[in-house]
């Protein structure tokens, strides 16, 4: 079965920089998430879009912001990048079905140095 | 602030046992709550939800929801070394709200 595609799955990036991360949902799904999982932490939930609207907030940084496009795929846009932001981040996908299960892709592996 | 609480473990339990995992949240409001496994350096698979209080019985797996209690559990019938990861309890508010997450119980199955 497809799965969540993201791209790309590692990044090495200096201070001060900029990141997009990419992700592509599971066929058929409309909503997907974004979270960030640093070392020996669970995964922290930073938001979520339904057709292409922003759905729901969790601690997403100013620095970043996020949109939906069309084919419902999304980008994670990081700026003024900080050595905190190294972390795993992770897309999940769901249907707006009553049950809105939540699958994750294999995750970007941001570094920054 | 919504709050997950697992514990953290290491949970060991010998191959072919019943392994149980709990987790309790705190945001009475909450309405859909998950299970996943985590192995080290790859992303949460999905292993079970529940929405309603009582059991729900998927293979080896059952998770069990008690709202009054704000308690959810996972058992694990069986137990296999490959069983051994870090399993994850989730909770969100319903429709397409983010996970809250507990910190995972990590959990060792003996051969």
């Known amino acids: 079965a497809a799965g969540v595609i993201q791209s790309p799955r590692h990044l090495i990036k200096e201070k001060r920089e900029t990141a997009t991360l990419k992700c592509y949902p599971i066929p058929r799904h409309d909503t997907v998430y ?8 669970d995964p922290q939930f930073l938001i979520s879009f339904y057709e292409k609207m922003q759905s729901d907030k969790g601690s997403i940084p100013d620095r970043f912001s996020a949109q939906q496009f069309s084919d419902y795929h999304s980008e994670l846009n990081m700026s003024s990048l900080e050595l905190g932001d190294s972390a795993l981040y992770f897309c999940a996908s769901s249907l707006s079905d009553y049950s809105y299960e939540q699958y994750f892709g294999p995750g970007t592996r941001l570094t920054v140095t | 602030q919504k709050e997950v609480e697992q514990n953290s473990g290491p949970l060991s339990v010998p191959e072919g046992a019943i392994a149980s995992l709990n ?12 299970w996943y496994r985590q192995y080290s350096g790859k992303s949460p698979e999905l292993i079970m939800s529940i929405y309603s209080n009582g059991d729900k019985e998927d293979g080896r797996f059952t998770a069990q929801l008690n709202k009054a209690s704000q ?3 996972l058992l694990i019938r069986d137990s296999q070394p490959s069983d051994s990861a870090t399993y994850l309890c989730a909770v969100s508010g319903g429709g ?3 996970l809250t997450f507990g910190k995972g119980t990590h959990l060792i199955i003996q051969p």
């Open chain 2, 23 to 34: 987790c309790t949240y705190s945001d009475r409001v909450s309405q859909s709550f998950f």
């Open chain 1, 34 to 41: 974004w979270y960030q999982q640093g070392p020996g932490q």
């Open chain 2, 71 to 73: 308690y959810v559990s």
């Open chain 2, 96 to 98: 397409a709200d983010g």
